[in-house]
């Protein structure tokens, strides 16, 4: 029994490249897919969620929104991977900065998603689960941002089921374990990847820093996010 096109996702494997960037929001997708890729096709709009697959200096790639959160992401990622054929999945998002020295616009690269979430329950382990990211594409991103010059950090972030907490000391004890910054979505990443046998990445760029309260400006993002997305393309065709 064919297992696609699903419930969320109405396309077929062929239409995918083995490797998907994934931002959250899928205008940044139509935005990746119209100025980043050469014959880009719209291949999914289901619940507006737009997938894209065309060419980047002559290789296959797609580009699929997640939306907001570890549901979302879990969704998306977990069809991909096990009905669609798809190797590996960036993530390109936003997190907020969890140290002062780190600076608007840095780029942070998930070695590692912390979580608040339930997501891992599902696997039944009898411990704590390292959600880790692929090694080989870490550190095919990291060398790209060294080229570019890009300001680039590797380390443990919190994937959060909170955007707005009501625990105003939960900051805190993420800060004194290390963590980087919170986002949204890794860590279910990283477990779909794994439990799929898949590659995975999360690729941040710094939008606000939660400790300093500084935020940046709409022109600060896309420049930003520019770097972060050519860095991505060029991890996704070499991996
Ligand atoms: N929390 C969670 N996700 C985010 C944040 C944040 O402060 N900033 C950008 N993505």
Redo the contacts with the bound molecule.
Sequence with gaps: MAMYPTAHINATPDDFAKTVLMPGDPLRSEFIAKNMLEGAVLINNVRGIQGYTGKYKGKKVSVMASGMGMPSIGIYSYELFNFFGVENIIRV????ALDKDIALRDIILAIGASTNSAYASQFCLNGTFSATASYEMLNLAYNEAVKKNVPCHVGNVLS?DN?YNADITANEKWIQMGIKC???EAAALYMNAARAKKNALAILTV??N?ITGEVTTAAERQTAFTDMMEIALETAIKI
């Design positions: 998002g936003t997190a907020g959060s955007f919170i986002e949204m939008s606000d939660i």
